[in-house]
């Protein structure tokens, strides 16, 4: 039955003993330095690769100190969201960097991981033995950080142990994060903004971390050249505006977010209780795109009576003019997926984590307008 | 906290007591061969699916059904060979969505490698995938074949390998000379699409197709209908830098740009005597450049030129933010999942055939109006 070209496997292709091979391939020992160098040669031609075999594999473990690589990186994302552009940049730059460095990426769910090891027991599925024993280094996007938190501790008391994990987008404590940093973008699209005549601008909210994004967005209109004495104005927006599975353009999405005219009723009339506010920053794409068409209900006109700006640059919105309609901040996901990969093989390495942070972009669009007098 | 109720798979013992015979007979007569009575072995096969015996779930039966493939248990890894610089595309994320829901619910993690990099990494010299693939981690593997030449040789590459020879190996939308695929069929809706166009008036019909298949099918439909294809189609292989969605994602509506070869003689046909009044493209995003050369050369869709996409995965948001663009949906998640059970089909000894082509569905939409007067 063949299996992992094993030590014993060489020593009968070269008609020598496995004593030979082994010490050959350790590198120590009394091998004739040009038979140890043939037999090297032969074992990688038989594709011998040590850390598939036992015997290999403890080979290996003692030469690199604790532990031997095993070129596999796991990848935990959002499994259902696969297909969204959010993540599929994000899968595209890490496939590609980890490729480059000759890691093989494995990519998993993250909740079936954590459903299976709370229903199954351990090992029961998921290639188990590969995650916990095999991989060097685990990519997740731990949007509940909570779970992330309970399989982090299942992991470190298995076998997985101490090795590197890194974090997309969001930071967990004790593990670098590779997330966005959008400084820059925001301050040029707040400078955008004053040479337009915006002298106001006010910021839609989703529940989570929502304050944290509000008192980001004024640290940055600060520096812009915006008056931040008074609060930023803010209003919520459900969650369900802001899917971009239900964003109104999508092809096929059978459930396009059905108009909700209460929750907007509520918006025009926190934008007409503020008459002062030119410009609204809404905190995704599909959720500026939803906020047009709700405004287009109440008779309000995008960039004519207000100027938006979306922030993730995954929905685009032609509405047949010329150059970009949405104007968006746009992170850089596939270098955000890059980065990641690069991190996580400089761990596997030895190398010392840190975050970050890669630049996003401003992106101009005709949804900027003059301010309405 | 409660504790999970832990669940566990049917075993073979489990259908062994429910059927009142050894393990041994319930092994045989899954197994198949002729050690068991006929009508033992059929009620012990209605016991098995009564119980929801999934061989796939316990190392026991894996290794059983594996060892027709000459293997050991399954390690749970299925790997695809992908387009993996593209994979934020909707085209090609929502096959491997459906590959990855399928994988998830059996418990499979799923080893993505680039096409350009598995060939390099199956050619040996210790790149992960490759090590993988030796050592018969890989349970089996989907292809996508971006590029057929090379696609084909990583294939052969793995054949050769004493650690797949002859697992399961299947394509996704296109197969190759040597390994079939689960496939889409477009012509049903296609020509559901020139049924449609005829009743609107239109009768002159230009065809930008990928496929002599396809072309064939929309040609049989209008003899069907009574038209003369000679003098009502104008059927035209079209380039494939006009399929590129990655060309129109950040600058969408922008001029088709100047270096895409046949602008011009488009330009000519769609203003020339005896123009086409609707356009059939081969892909959504081909759509789009063709609706841009229409509108720079002053045709309005669909008041003087009906345009229809097939793909639908690049939407054209009209005025209320719907998509606009009439196209044919592609099952593309199905695919993914029709392929990846197939491969756990045959891993659980299944003699099952290829799937049968995923039938697409027309999608009419306001870009296909009536034809003009």
Redesign the interface.
């Known amino acids: 039955?063949?299996?992992?070209?094993t030590l014993d496997d060489v020593a009968a292709r070269a008609g020598v003993s496995r004593w030979t091979v082994a010490a050959a391939m350790r590198g120590r020992g009394r091998v004739n330095a040009e038979t140890a160098k043939r037999l090297k040669q032969l074992a990688?031609?038989m594709?011998y690769?040590p850390?598939?075999t036992q015997a290999g594999h403890n080979l290996a473990e003692a030469r690199h100190g604790r532990r031997a690589r095993?070129?596999?990186v796991?990848l935990a994302l959002p499994?259902a969201a696969?297909?969204?552009?959010f993540y599929?940049?994000m899968?595209?730059g890490a496939?590609?960097t980890l490729?480059?460095g000759?890691?093989?990426?494995?990519?998993?769910?993250l909740w079936?991981v954590m459903w299976?090891e709370?229903?199954?027991?351990r090992g029961?599925?998921?290639?188990?033995?590969?995650?916990r024993g095999h991989v060097d280094a685990a990519i997740i996007h731990p949007y509940d950080q909570e779970a992330v938190t309970r399989l982090m501790e299942g992991w470190r008391q298995g076998r997985f142990g101490d090795r590197p994990v890194v974090t997309l987008l969001r930071r967990m404590p004790g593990l670098p994060c590779v997330g966005v940093d959008d400084r820059a973008a925001v301050i040029a699209a707040a400078r955008h903004l004053l040479s337009l005549g915006h002298r106001e601008v006010g910021c839609l909210l989703w529940d989570v971390d929502a304050g944290d994004l509000a008192e980001r967005l004024r640290s940055r209109l600060g520096p812009a050249g915006f008056d931040t004495s008074v609060p930023l104005p803010t209003h919520p927006i459900p969650m369900e505006w802001m899917s971009p599975r239900r964003?109104?353009?999508?092809?096929?999405e059978v459930t396009?977010a059905t108009p909700q005219p209460e929750t907007e009723a509520a918006l025009v009339g926190w934008l007409r209780a503020n008459p002062r506010i030119t410009a609204l920053f809404v905190p995704n794409d599909a959720g500026a795109?939803y906020v047009?068409?709700a405004l287009?209900r109440a008779g309000l006109r995008v960039p004519e009576d207000l100027s938006l700006i979306g922030a993730d640059a995954t929905d685009?919105?032609?509405?047949?003019?010329?150059?970009?309609f949405l104007a968006t901040i746009r992170p850089d996901l596939?270098g955000v997926g890059a980065a990641a990969a690069r991190l996580a093989l400089a761990m596997v390495a030895g190398e010392p984590g840190a975050d970050v942070a890669i630049a996003s972009e401003f992106l101009p669009g005709r949804s900027l307008g003059p301010a309405r007098s | 906290m409660a504790k999970?109720?832990?669940?566990?798979a049917v075993t073979l013992i489990d259908i062994a007591k429910a059927c009142k015979v050894s393990r041994w007979t319930v092994a045989h007569a899954l197994r198949g061969g002729d050690e068991v009575a006929k009508d033992t072995a059929e009620r012990i096969h209605a016991t098995a699916k009564r119980l929801g015996y999934d061989p796939s779930?316990n190392a026991e039966a894996r290794s059983l059904a594996l060892r027709q493939f000459?293997?050991?248990a399954s390690?749970?890894?299925l790997a695809v060979i992908y387009p993996?610089?593209?994979?934020?595309?909707?085209y090609y994320?929502?096959i491997?969505?459906g590959v990855?829901?399928a994988c998830?619910e059996r418990?499979?993690?799923?080893?993505?490698?680039?096409v350009y990099?598995a060939t390099e990494?199956l050619g040996?010299?210790?790149?992960?995938?490759?090590?993988?693939v030796?050592?018969?981690?890989i349970d089996g593997l989907l292809f996508y074949p971006f590029n057929s030449e090379y696609t084909e040789e990583a294939i052969a590459r793995l054949r050769a390998?004493?650690?797949f020879?002859d697992r399961p190996v299947l394509g996704l939308v296109h197969g190759l000379p040597s390994c079939p695929a689960v496939e889409i069929d477009t012509v049903p809706a296609l020509r559901a699409i020139v049924g449609r166009a005829l009743d609107l008036g239109h009768h002159r019909i230009l065809h930008l197709h990928q496929s002599e298949t396809v072309a064939a099918g929309v040609r049989a439909e209008l003899a069907a209908r009574g038209a003369d294809p000679d003098r009502q189609l104008i059927a035209q292989p079209i380039g494939y830098d006009w399929l590129r969605p990655d060309l129109a994602?950040?600058?969408?509506?922008?001029?088709p740009s100047p270096e895409l070869a046949g602008v011009a003689e488009l330009r000519q046909l769609l203003t020339g005597p005896n123009r086409p009044t609707v356009v059939l493209a081969a892909n959504?995003s081909c759509a789009?450049q063709v609706w841009s050369v229409a509108?720079s050369s002053g045709l309005s869709v669909p008041r003087d030129l009906s345009i229809v996409g097939c793909d639908?995965?690049?939407?054209?948001?009209g005025?209320?933010?719907?998509?606009v663009?009439a196209?044919v949906?592609l099952p593309l998640?199905d695919v993914g999942r029709c392929a990846a059970e197939w491969v756990f089909a045959r891993l659980a000894g299944e003699d099952v055939p290829v799937p049968a082509p995923r039938v697409a569905a027309q999608?009419l939409r306001e870009s296909l109006g009536r034809a003009p007067s």
């Open positions: 039955m063949p299996g992992p070209v990688a031609e594709g690769d850390v598939l095993h070129n596999l796991a499994g696969i297909d969204l552009p599929a940049q899968l595209c496939l590609l490729a480059e000759g890691s093989a990426p494995v990519i998993t769910d079936r299976d709370h229903e199954l027991g029961q599925r998921f290639g188990t033995a590969l995650l964003a109104p353009h999508r092809p096929g396009a795109l047009i068409a287009r685009d919105y032609a509405d047949g003019g010329a150059t970009r596939v | 999970a109720k832990r669940t566990r779930l000459g293997r050991r390690h749970r890894l993996a610089h593209i994979i934020e595309l909707p994320s929502r491997l969505r990855f829901d998830t418990g499979y993690a799923l080893v993505v490698n680039d990099k990494a040996g010299g210790g790149h992960s995938f490759g090590s993988l030796g050592s018969g981690l390998m004493a650690g020879t994602i950040d600058r969408p509506w922008a001029d959504d789009r509108r639908d995965t690049d939407p054209v948001p005025s209320d933010g719907r998509n663009l196209s949906r998640e999608v």
